[in-house]
């Protein structure tokens, strides 16, 4: 009898190019997972966006959300939803109703250069922290009800929040992931014109980094970082910051790296964790098999990473560097697609990489 642990996870296609993307991560993850030694996953397949909207009345379905509080952890597609009907873009998209749903406050982003690839910046190796749950992100920063309004037709305003026990808790990721690294840490924000709110952030992360003796640390306005990241990205190593800013960073980031088709981003807890990829649907590209896979691959990877340390297994850990390694080697082969100035389809740059995973 196989005593192996098996691991649920969930498949969440979503839209647009989702399904390709998604459906091309799941055959890497499962071969992947073989190579190591490790159980077949069990998948559980669930709907978001348009395909809930037809098969539910709405595009995330609480038997939705409430099937992923059984999995260990699970993958999302892009979803598309701006070209949601009116009355199905009130209150939060899918994915961050996902994340407030599970408290995903951390999102790990990393941008780094692959050999084969073309990139504007060729010393690029970091890693955006951001954080997840509040910041001026309407979406999620209420318990109830939208941190943005219109208390006139003419009149918008937007509310930020930032709290000591979410900046605490993001930088103890980030300073430990800064630690397990080169050990130097950026703290992103804009005390100088948002002094409360941003001047708390950043001074909590210094509380914070003052318990790590072995990370160096510093801290950029925003837009001094963003300067210095086209620069000389090379001299960052760990960025942490809020929410807008790590979301607007962290594309900067990976365009630099090469392409957002490669952007991996991880969004977890101390319990949970969610795959998905930087960029979005790209509906223009949907059903055409030439969507760039390798980002929510490399999103897969970083999942199984995250269960392997989580559960202290090393074939989910053994797995997540098989995929990482697979892509790195596919992408120096010369074989990418079509973003990347390739001529590889989805499905055809999968393959490569699924055949790659065996290679120690």
């Not at 059984?70 to 199905?88: E, F, K, Q, R, T």
């Not at 003419?154 to 430990?176: F, G, L, N, P, S």
């Not at 950029?220 to 910051?241: K, M, S």
């Not at 795959?275 to 098999?289: E, I, M, Y």
């Given at each position: 009898m196989d005593s192996r642990r098996v691991v649920r996870l969930g498949l969440i296609e979503g839209d647009g190019i989702g399904p390709e993307v998604v459906q091309a991560t799941r055959a890497v993850v499962d071969e992947a997972l073989a190579?190591?030694?490790a159980a077949t996953p069990e998948w559980v397949e669930l709907p978001i966006g348009h395909a809930?909207?037809?098969?539910?009345g709405e595009p995330l379905p609480e038997t939705t959300l409430s099937a992923l509080a059984d999995l260990d952890a699970w993958i999302l597609g892009p979803h598309?939803?701006?070209?949601?009907?009116?009355?199905?873009?009130?209150?939060?998209?899918?994915?961050?109703?996902?994340?407030?749903?599970?408290?995903?406050y951390a999102n790990i982003r990393p941008a780094r250069t692959f050999p084969g690839v073309r990139a504007a910046a060729t010393?690029?190796?970091l890693v955006i922290v951001r954080e997840n749950s509040e910041g001026f992100y309407a979406d999620r920063n209420m318990f109830a009800g939208s941190g943005e309004f219109r208390p006139t037709?003419?009149?918008?305003?937007?509310?930020?929040?930032?709290?000591?026990?979410?900046?605490?808790?993001?930088?103890h990721q980030a300073c430990a992931l800064a630690a397990a690294r080169s050990g130097r840490l950026t703290i992103v924000h804009k005390a100088n014109v948002l002094p409360m709110t941003m001047g708390l952030f950043r001074d909590v992360c210094w509380e914070v980094a003052a318990g790590y003796s072995g990370v160096e640390v510093n801290d950029e306005h925003v837009d001094a970082a963003a300067a210095h990241l086209v620069r000389a990205p090379g001299d960052y190593d760990v960025l942490v910051t809020e929410n807008l800013f790590g979301d607007i960073l962290s594309d900067l980031a990976g365009e630099l790296a090469g392409s957002l088709g490669l952007a991996a981003s991880l969004n977890c807890s101390a319990d949970k964790a969610m795959?998905?990829?930087?960029?979005?649907?790209?509906?223009?590209?949907?059903?055409?098999?030439?969507?760039?896979?390798?980002?929510?691959?490399?999103?897969?990877?970083?999942?199984l990473r995250w269960l392997g340390t989580r559960d202290?297994?090393?074939?989910?850990?053994?797995?997540?560097?098989?995929?990482?390694?697979?892509?790195?080697?596919?992408?120096?082969?010369g074989i990418a697609t079509a973003d990347l100035g390739g001529l590889a389809s989805t499905s055809e740059f999968t393959e490569q990489v699924r055949a790659r995973v065996h290679r120690r």
């Amino acid at each position: 009898m196989d005593s192996r642990r098996v691991v649920r996870l969930g498949l969440i296609e979503g839209d647009g190019i989702g399904p390709e993307v998604v459906q091309a991560t799941r055959a890497v993850v499962d071969e992947a997972l073989a190579a190591a030694g490790a159980a077949t996953p069990e998948w559980v397949e669930l709907p978001i966006g348009h395909a809930a909207i037809a098969e539910c009345g709405e595009p995330l379905p609480e038997t939705t959300l409430s099937a992923l509080a059984d999995l260990d952890a699970w993958i999302l597609g892009p979803h598309d939803n701006v070209s949601y009907a009116p009355h199905h873009r009130i209150g939060a998209p899918p994915g961050g109703a996902i994340r407030k749903r599970f408290g995903l406050y951390a999102n790990i982003r990393p941008a780094r250069t692959f050999p084969g690839v073309r990139a504007a910046a060729t010393d690029i190796d970091l890693v955006i922290v951001r954080e997840n749950s509040e910041g001026f992100y309407a979406d999620r920063n209420m318990f109830a009800g939208s941190g943005e309004f219109r208390p006139t037709a003419d009149v918008a305003m937007a509310v930020a929040v930032i709290t000591r026990a979410a900046c605490e808790r993001i930088a103890h990721q980030a300073c430990a992931l800064a630690a397990a690294r080169s050990g130097r840490l950026t703290i992103v924000h804009k005390a100088n014109v948002l002094p409360m709110t941003m001047g708390l952030f950043r001074d909590v992360c210094w509380e914070v980094a003052a318990g790590y003796s072995g990370v160096e640390v510093n801290d950029e306005h925003v837009d001094a970082a963003a300067a210095h990241l086209v620069r000389a990205p090379g001299d960052y190593d760990v960025l942490v910051t809020e929410n807008l800013f790590g979301d607007i960073l962290s594309d900067l980031a990976g365009e630099l790296a090469g392409s957002l088709g490669l952007a991996a981003s991880l969004n977890c807890s101390a319990d949970k964790a969610m795959a998905q990829a930087v960029h979005g649907a790209a509906p223009a590209l949907a059903g055409r098999n030439r969507a760039n896979p390798g980002a929510l691959q490399l999103s897969a990877a970083m999942l199984l990473r995250w269960l392997g340390t989580r559960d202290g297994d090393p074939a989910l850990l053994g797995a997540g560097d098989r995929i990482e390694r697979a892509v790195a080697a596919t992408l120096a082969a010369g074989i990418a697609t079509a973003d990347l100035g390739g001529l590889a389809s989805t499905s055809e740059f999968t393959e490569q990489v699924r055949a790659r995973v065996h290679r120690r």
